[in-house]
Nanobody, 114 residues
Framework: QVRIVESGGGLVQAGGSLRLSCAAS????????MGWYRQAPGNQRELVAI???????NYGDFVKGRFTISRENAKNTAYLQMNSLRPEDTAVYFC????????WGQGTQVTVSS
């Protein structure tokens, strides 16, 4: 079993920055990919960014260089640095951890005001 703790969401003005953290604990030796997805009201959940244990990354098309995902394998923690935030980035952001099973965090709200 893997437990996930997310932190770092909040309210920010357009153009501002936030940093999300996702810390995994428990059966972490089997974790490969960590990442973030988001879901806005009325929309499907979509990929924001993922990073493998080896450091390979993949981003959603809308990111366009604004967000950076990183990871500390020794701490089983992934970070999402979000810059140049826009009102359309407002959503609940969910940490996703993939090993033999897929685990989801409870979500953290990010609200960007115009």
């Amino acid at each position: 079993q893997v437990r996930i703790v997310e932190s770092g969401g909040g309210l920010v003005q357009a153009g501002g920055s936030l940093r999300l953290s996702c810390a995994a604990s428990g059966n972490t030796f089997s974790i490969n990919t960590m990442g973030w997805y988001r879901q806005a009201p009325g929309n499907q959940r979509e990929l924001v960014a993922i990073i493998t244990r080896g450091g390979f990354t993949n981003y959603g098309d809308f990111v366009k260089g604004r967000f950076t995902i990183s990871r500390e394998n020794a701490k089983n923690t992934a970070y999402l640095q979000m810059n140049s935030l826009r009102p359309e980035d407002t959503a609940v952001y969910f940490c996703n951890v993939v090993g033999p099973r897929v685990y989801w965090g409870q979500g953290t709200q990010v609200t960007v005001s115009s």
